[in-house]
């Protein structure tokens, strides 16, 4: 009975224990991220036990997920990312490495038509051939766009561009498709586009990114693991 007891709390003890380093280690993760990504985010975790990580400071793997990152201009973008063995510093204050990760990045039309305000009034998306078309000047106006993977970058390219009928100022086309492939240049965490795919309601980007370094703690008061 004693033996069985000792057993009980032991177990309860461990759990505990858990829950708390779980708590822990999530907010040291989170606020490390959240420099990154601009954004506060969820996290969860692989199947090690985070007491372990207490006491080895690495984490297997961290899925983060975000409904409203902001990657350079971009607003609106929605991302599922996965980080692969993370090992952090000083408990999170000298900031630590990620061995690799990889992310799915949803950018809905809305999002899009927010980040390019002012200049363009809607955004129609035409997966059948990979493009967007915006209404510029309220309506007046149409230029289609087309994004694609370049290397390690994503490209936006002129398809056509009009105003009743007459094509529209080289410059005003310009200040739209620079905003647009800005807005598709800058993500964290050393991640790089493999893919673009235009899809019934804006754009989905694939990222893939190897061995990259996490921020450290931006000061004393932050959470450490």
């Known amino acids: 009975m004693i033996g069985l007891v000792v057993a009980v709390l032991a177990v309860a003890g461990l759990a505990g224990g858990e829950a708390y380093a779980r708590r822990t280690v999530e907010r040291c993760i989170s606020s490390q991220f959240e420099q990154e990504m601009g954004s506060k985010i969820d996290v969860s975790f692989g199947a090690k036990p985070m007491l372990i990580t207490m006491f080895d400071n690495k984490v297997s793997s961290v899925t983060v997920d975000s409904d409203d990152s902001k990657f350079g201009p971009a607003e609106g973008m929605v991302v599922h990312a ?14 630590g490495t990620v061995g690799s990760s990889t992310a799915e990045v949803t950018w809905s039309n809305d999002g899009i038509a927010k980040t390019l305000s002012g200049l363009v009034t809607g955004v129609q998306s035409n997966p059948a051939d990979n493009t ?43 200040d739209i498709v620079d905003l647009m492939a800005q807005s598709l240049q800058s993500y964290p965490m050393g991640l790089q586009p493999t893919k673009v795919q235009v899809d019934s309601d804006g754009l989905h980007v694939s990222l893939a990114g190897g061995k990259t370094e996490l921020p450290a703690a931006q000061s004393d008061t932050a959470v450490t693991c």
């Open 82 to 95: 996965v980080f692969n063995d993370i090992e952090v510093v000083d408990q999170g204050r000298g900031g």
């Open 132 to 174: 967007l078309t915006f209404a510029v000047l309220g309506g007046l106006a149409g230029l289609t766009v087309k994004p694609q993977v370049a290397g390690d970058r994503v490209e936006v390219t002129t398809e056509a561009a009009s105003l009743l009928g007459f094509g529209l100022p080289t410059a005003l086309v310009e």
